[in-house]
């Protein structure tokens, strides 16, 4: 078996991809294209697709190859696989076959209901759902944890940020919460002044999206390999071969969709430039969802929303939408640069986005930890928007607790990847600068293949070969270190 336990792990990880892939993309159906009355059957099949799967990574037998191709004489990228391998055995067989079957129908169940629940404001028909998707979650930790010798919510963290734990997370939030309040006052002070020219909408979707095309096309997204559509919440769908990337748009605001549209090809950049001959195998996925949002903020904050992109793309904006005041390049950058505290995290700027974060952070542990239930959420949000962001979110359940789909699928210990995201996106973005000193010019040139050509080289090309931790420290010389982030926000509003 030895000589041969490598190879005959590919083949069994390459099934599971294929099996992926149309999860993936029934996954990205379910949220953008399905009809409301298809629902219960997607869930079941999806369901379905997801206990065939965990019953192949919990085959007895794939630990013995696995213990087998540790031994073998391999490469280090081979190497790094049956790492990656052994990590996503190692998960599965902490959770039995009925968990799983019964996290994926509730999950569905919850995130479909959701999707009326939230317009209505109805907390009320909302939190049973969540209560189950929770009762189960916490039962999905009680595993893990105890496998880790973890706590429930590092457990759910290790999924998503393998390496981090709350107590890191606390410390690098704890510093970001005595600076970030009187950052953000102080720069709406400073904006106060500023004269700034609303667009006038209304804004037609079709043209919106031709705008959105264009934009990508100037992020290199490959057409070929991807495409763009509509759904209740924007996110980044779809396999490395087939990128899909959803949107939602809004008559009388052209500026939210555009971003949207410019995060989430931050993402599919990310999965349309992981090493091919990888993708079929757990070394070939990306790294973590912090190093993911990286790459999602990189492109809409880091870029996006740079005064040198913002005056590449003017011309585009007036080209779609019409000439106007309010599409100057000055204007546009005032527009994507205004700081104020708003109820919606996913619309945030980007010096209010970490409070959101921060706040969804500190319910969901102490929620999955049993400190708080499901009750308690409402009045927790209230306070915490309050003492934030000062915003007074009290009976708002629509724009408030509901807000996200995050909790009803399931993905607790998720948050925290974002604000990380931004933080890494600094850092990258800082060790770029240094090595381009004219990078603000080619921006405005056009000229985006030197932003590009790092992240291929740094972050795309390396996939799971690496850790997090490794891979920060050879892109930019050191390990996650948050001061960039808040040199960067103050270099932007306050310079």
Known sequence: MSATAYADLTRTFTRLYRFRHLASLAGWDHAAMMPPRGNDA??????????????????????????????????????????EMKRSWEAANLLPAKLVEDMSLASSKCEHAWREQRPANDWKSFAPNLEEVVRLTREQATLLAEAKGTSRYDALMDLYEPGMTSKKIEAIFGDVKTWLPD?????????????????????????QKALGLAVMKHLDFDFEGGRLDVSTHPFCGGVPEDVRITTRYREDDFA????????????????????????????????????????????????????????????????H??????????NLGKLYTRVKPGFIRVDA?????????????????????????????????????????GVDTRGNFNNGAMQDIHWPGGAFGYFPSYTLGAMY??????TIRKQIPDLDQRIERGDLAPIFDWLKTNIWSKASSLS??????QAT??????????AHLERRYLG
């Open 425 to 430: 996106a600094a850092q990258y973005f800082a």
């Open 321 to 330: 939408l019409g000439e106007q005041p309010a599409f100057t390049a000055e």
């Open 477 to 486: 010389g050191e390990t996650l270190n948050p001061s960039h982030f808040r």
């Open 349 to 389: 700027d980007e010096a209010c986005y970490p409070a959101h974060v921060i706040l969804r952070f500190e319910i969901e542990r102490a929620l999955m930890d049993g400190e708080i239930e499901v009750d308690d959420i409402p009045a927790l949000w209230d306070e915490k928007m309050m003492q934030y962001l």
């Open 468 to 473: 997090t931790d490794e891979l920060v420290v």
């Open 183 to 207: 950052l953000i006052a102080t720069v709406q002070k400073k904006q106060a002044s500023d004269s700034v020219i609303a667009a006038k909408g209304p804004f037609a979707i079709e043209k």
């Open 256 to 319: 939210q969709s555009l971003m949207g549209i410019v995060h989430e090809t931050g993402h599919a950049r990310y999965e349309q430039n992981l090493p091919r001959d990888l993708v079929d195998q757990p070394v070939g996925v990306a790294r973590s969802m912090g190093i993911h949002e990286s790459q999602s903020l990189s492109f809409e904050m880091q870029l996006g929303r740079s005064k040198p992109f913002l005056s590449l793309i003017a011309p585009l904006v007036r080209e």
């Open 42 to 83: 997607r869930a079941a099949a999806m369901a379905e697709l997801g206990v065939h799967m965990h019953g192949m990574l919990t085959d007895t037998a794939l630990k013995a190859k696995i213990d087998a191709a540790e031994q073998e004489k391999l490469k280090p990228i081979e190497q790094a696989n049956v790492r």
